[in-house]
């Protein structure tokens, strides 16, 4: 069945480094994948998103990546702060046909900075 | 403009109780999606509903229903409530263009 998947649980970075979250889907049918930013006690915040028909999108301090061959979605974070310490959620939309929508979402990424 | 809101931000149940909970989209959104996350789970699609209909529903048992108003206000219900129940509630909503805004969700704890 459909599921988004992420390789790593916890990933710990240094002030300043870059940081890069991995996510694997199996709907090869999936034409849009956003990438959510959680933090305690709070829900899902929008981070960045994108289409199948695209392989990269920027944002601020934010890449996502688009790997449709091997159903591949990486989140690529500049210069991380300690802000950017949060669980990050990768999900994708199988069901988006303009009538009905509904997001999987993957297990979720422990992101940690260091000082 | 105003986020995604949900109320109440925190519920303590019985276990046989019903509970609901309410869910007030970003205006002008007419979409409204409803998940529950768990340590365990993590983040699981319950139902979308879109101009007071439900348009989809995910594997969940039928003690979980929702509804949607005509302002697009949604709430969800569950009734003869478990232990398992205790989760984390979100409501997104969303509008024309592609994208979800989640609310803070309502922490629900079975006791």
């Known amino acids: 069945g459909e599921s988004v998947g992420l390789h790593l649980p916890t990933l710990s970075v240094q002030e300043g480094d870059n940081s890069i979250i991995n996510c694997a889907y199996s709907?090869?049918?999936?034409?849009?994948f956003i990438w959510y930013k959680q933090e305690s006690g709070k829900g899902p915040q929008f981070i960045i998103d994108?289409?199948?028909?695209?392989d990269k999108r920027q944002g601020q301090r934010v890449t996502v990546l688009l790997n449709k061959t091997v159903k591949h979605l990486s989140l690529q974070i500049a210069a991380t702060q300690p802000g950017d310490s949060a669980v990050y959620f990768c999900?994708?939309?199988?069901?988006?046909?303009?009538?009905?929508?509904?997001?999987?979402f993957g297990t979720g990424t422990r992101l940690q900075v260091t000082l | 403009k105003a986020g995604v809101t949900q109320t109440p931000r925190y519920l303590i149940k019985t276990r046989g109780q019903q509970v609901t909970l309410s869910c007030s989209p970003i205006?002008?959104?007419?979409?409204v999606s409803w998940y529950q996350q768990t340590p365990g789970q993590g983040l699981q699609f319950l139902f979308e509903?879109?101009?007071?209909?439900?348009?989809n529903k995910g594997n969940f048992p039928g003690r979980f229903s929702g509804r949607q108003f005509s302002n697009s206000r949604s709430e969800m219900n569950v009734s003869t409530l478990e232990l398992g129940d205790s989760a984390l509630y979100l409501c997104?909503?969303?509008?024309?263009?592609?994208?979800?805004?989640f609310g803070s969700g309502t922490r629900l704890t079975v006791v």
């Open positions: 997104a909503s969303s509008g024309l263009s592609y994208g979800y805004t």
């Open positions: 709907n090869s049918a999936s034409d849009y």
């Open positions: 994108i289409r199948s028909n695209m």
């Open positions: 999900a994708e939309n199988g069901d988006w046909s303009g009538t009905a929508s509904k997001l999987t």
């Open positions: 205006s002008g959104h007419r979409s």
């Open positions: 509903y879109f101009s007071e209909t439900q348009r």
